[in-house]
């Protein structure tokens, strides 16, 4: 009795403590980013931090919900199509078009999602696959996509209809703000009592539907929010980089999602901001040295899976602790 | 010549046995899948990348060590098998005991490392691979052309596929495997090698997979996305059949190549995503899949 309320008492104060360490370190990245398109290539930057948002919000399904969906490209690059059609052709304002797509990969979570929950563990890995592979072939042959070539030259347009995005520091500020709304998002999302029910159904779903609770509502809303969250990050990407292409939409893209969350550690927030900047880091680089990209993320798929399987956060969050203790 | 539906018969026919073929392909690819899965509980992601290595495995010797398609036929599927059984002893017995996810996770990784490695190397294009002599040409049935190598790989796949499925329902080893699936440790309990009947049964299944990728390689070119665009319409007919049953793999395989052959011919716009639209009813009709038995 006495000893757990000790420990109830440290863990409470290790909590605080962990909160204030996120705090500062919250603050520390916070005023890197925005000084970092002084140092760094801006449309660098941009592709991060949509990748940021991406894996983050795929995070909340596969690290908090436990479902490991093999689609989510169709959401990225789903929306991503929208938002560039809605802005070229349709000439709607860069907010309007970005709520076009993000609106647009919400509805196809919804409808995936639905149908996914439907079968359990690795079946639900197997039909968000191929549904998102449907996705695909529509982009392939649909004719407002542009086939091979995709939309190309994508009007950026004017945020609140005065600031010009044709300015890189404009659209990279845009977008990091636009990601900081999203993580905020992602952070609530997980840090409330329906957060606390998708780690809950995670970790044993049987003794979730005994609670009274249903975890097919609970599943299909994370899925949907993280599917639209996704969306909203393809959209941005459409519009910084000004094309939406099949890229966005390939199974690859699915896949990559998924390595940027291993990377860094499922399951924490931190995590796939980690693995995103080391994965879109580690492209960068490669797209210049002539290696094999596809053998090399394959490789650290294998390395990952085989060897450090929490991530490089997760791993690095442990040592300290161990250290601490 | 008669018309069904506004389509000439012997084109309704043609795609008839253009389906059929690709649901060979498909059976002999989700049938090893289903296996995998009721023996090790893993879902191999690599399965279309051994498909594609068999079909460059194939070209390979055939091309370059010079030798004749009946040897290629047999000698590039056992070479895929011993690659599976290496993959199997290294790296997937060690995760048997983790989520399923890892495994699913492990295959994916090898299947880019197998697809980036053959891309880099042999570029995207496609690898021209004849048709061996004893199988060219067709026969005039008098209502179609029926080519003497497609009917050579529809019959195969389907001898192949029976045979394995006798195989395992109704012979010693095959009951061992279906003990092992129940319970490994009493299995093992009765001095049965249980992990090299595991490493064996990859490696058997993978190697059906090289099977099928040089049964293809004259058909369609060999290229390192071969294997990738058809492990995804696997899953979908996995998804759809269920993987209770092998019997119940291979007839929805065929049935679902008809069916996107059928589609071809009626509405080819929509002949790519035939089999995703089927699943999607099949979901909604009968969640757990046609030949489960889960229900």
């Known amino acids: ?325 | 010549m008669a018309d069904i539906f506004g389509v000439p018969t012997s084109v309704l026919l043609g795609q008839l046995l253009l389906g059929l073929i690709n649901g060979s392909f498909y059976a002999l690819l989700s049938l090893g899948l289903a296996i995998i899965f009721g023996m090790l509980n893993v879902i191999n992601f690599s399965h279309g990348a051994f498909y594609m290595l068999g079909g460059f495995t194939a070209w390979f010797m055939l091309s370059t060590l010079g030798f004749g398609y009946w040897t290629t036929l047999i000698a590039a599927p056992v070479a895929v098998g011993i690659v599976g059984a290496v993959v199997e002893r290294l790296l997937l017995r060690r995760l048997y005991q983790m989520d399923h996810l890892y495994s699913l996770l492990l295959t994916f990784g090898i299947a880019l490392m197998l697809e980036g490695l053959f891309r880099h190397i042999f570029g995207a294009a496609g690898k021209p691979y004849p048709v061996p002599s004893g199988l060219t040409g067709g026969i005039n049935l008098g209502f179609m052309f029926l080519p003497v190598y497609r009917a050579w790989v529809i019959v195969v796949s389907l001898v192949i596929c029976v045979l394995t499925w006798l195989a395992i329902e109704r012979t010693k080893l095959g009951a061992y495997l279906r003990a092992a699936t129940e319970n490994p440790a009493l299995v093992q309990a009765f001095g049965i090698n249980v992990p090299l009947m595991l490493t064996l049964t990859y490696a058997f299944c993978v190697g059906l997979a090289g099977f099928a990728g040089a049964l293809a390689a004259p058909l369609y070119q060999v290229s390192p996305g071969m294997g990738s665009s058809l492990i995804i319409v696997v899953f979908a007919v996995v998804v759809i059949g269920g993987m209770g049953s092998i019997g119940g793999a291979i007839f929805t395989a065929l049935a679902l190549g008809v069916i996107e052959g059928l589609t071809k011919t009626f509405y080819p716009a929509a002949s790519s995503i035939a089999v995703f639209i089927v699943m999607v009813l099949v979901i909604l009709i009968r969640p757990s899949g046609l030949f489960s038995r889960e229900a």
């Open chain 1, 1 to 325: 009795m006495n000893s757990s309320t000790v420990s109830s008492v440290s863990s409470v104060s290790a909590v605080s403590g962990q909160f204030r360490g996120n705090i500062i370190l919250i603050a520390v990245v916070g005023v890197l980013m925005l000084v970092a398109p002084l140092l760094v290539y801006p449309l660098f930057l941009i592709k991060i931090l949509c990748f940021v948002l991406f894996a983050a919000a795929f995070n909340l399904v596969l690290g908090y919900a436990g479902l490991l969906s093999f689609g989510h490209a169709a959401f990225f690059g789903g929306a991503a199509y929208i938002t560039a059609h809605a802005a070229k052709v349709w000439h709607l304002p860069f907010e309007l078009a970005l709520l076009a797509g993000t609106t647009f990969a919400a509805l196809l979570g919804l409808a995936f999602g639905a149908l996914a929950i439907r079968r359990h563990g690795i079946y639900f890995a197997m039909i968000t696959l191929a549904l998102a592979q449907m996705v695909y072939f529509l982009a392939v042959q649909m004719p407002f996509t542009g086939g091979e070539d995709g939309i190309q030259a994508v009007p950026r347009g004017y945020l609140f209809g005065i600031i010009d995005l044709r300015n890189i520091t404009a659209m990279y500020y845009t977008v990091l703000g636009g990601t900081a709304i999203g993580l905020v998002i992602v952070w609530r999302a997980v840090n409330s009592p329906f957060g606390h029910v998708l780690s809950a159904i995670r970790e044993n779903e049987t003794r979730v539907t005994s609670l009274g609770l249903k975890p097919e509502r609970y599943k299909l809303i994370a899925f949907t929010l993280s599917a639209a969250l996704s969306g909203f990050a393809g959209s941005m990407k459409a519009i910084a980089f000004q094309l939406a292409s099949l890229v966005d939409v390939n199974w690859h893209m699915s896949g990559e999602v998924i390595l940027m969350t291993l990377l860094g550690g499922m399951g924490t927030l931190i995590g796939p901001i980690v693995g995103a900047s080391i994965v879109v880091g580690l492209e960068h680089f490669l797209s210049t040295s002539g290696l094999p990209i596809t053998f090399i993320i394959g490789l650290f798929f294998v390395v990952c899976v085989m060897m450090f399987r929490r991530g490089v956060y997760g791993e690095l969050k442990l040592l300290l602790e161990r250290r601490r203790s």
